[in-house]
């Protein structure tokens, strides 16, 4: 499993209201349970991925300035920062009894994504200009509400109830 960094565990202790489901899903045997479980875990990696803040684009950061700068000399660099690195920094990983939403400390945006995902009123107060052209959805604890909540809960479950209907249609055609 994953080291240090920003690490959400998704199993059935992390909801209450899936853990039934996700007992009946391990009864129906490992396979079926991890398959469930990789699902879940894909689609809170897909969620916290859309919650993420964004750096701006190097357009939305020139539109910002109010002069113009008169390019005379020859540009060096090569590379340009891309926005995106928290997003991409974000990872996840399953078997058949937990899976884990998280940003590895040696990532891209590793440091970066602790202190965005937990000190909001610390550190940072306002979004920036490529997170507010993002949505309202992206803003701190980016994981953890991709993972808790009630309508999170409710697609947890069905989706272990469809793997579990899945399993029972396999073993009948056997």
Excluded at 36 to 62: E, Y
Excluded at 114 to 138: C, F, M
Aim: net charge positive.
């Amino acid at each position: 499993m994953p080291g240090p960094g920003i690490t959400i565990d998704v199993n059935a202790e992390t909801q209450s209201q899936t853990a039934g489901a996700f007992d009946r899903l391990l009864a129906a045997g490992p396979r079926t349970a991890a398959a469930g479980l990789r699902r879940i875990v894909m689609l809170a990696q897909r969620d916290a991925k859309r919650n993420a803040p964004i750096s701006p684009t190097r357009a939305q950061r020139n539109a910002l300035r109010t002069t113009r700068r008169r390019v005379t000399r020859k540009a060096r660099a090569t590379h340009r920062p891309s926005p995106g690195g928290l997003v991409r920094s974000i990872e996840a990983t399953s078997d058949a009894t937990a899976g884990v939403v998280f940003v590895p400390a040696n990532a891209e945006a590793g440091k970066y994504a602790r202190r965005i995902h937990d000190e909001k009123g610390i550190s940072w107060q306002n979004r920036g200009i490529g997170t507010i052209a993002k949505g309202p959805q992206a803003d701190a604890k980016f994981i953890e509400r991709a993972v808790v909540g009630e309508a999170n809960a409710k697609r947890h479950v069905a989706i272990l109830e469809d793997e579990l209907k899945k399993a029972a249609g396999a073993a009948w055609k056997g």
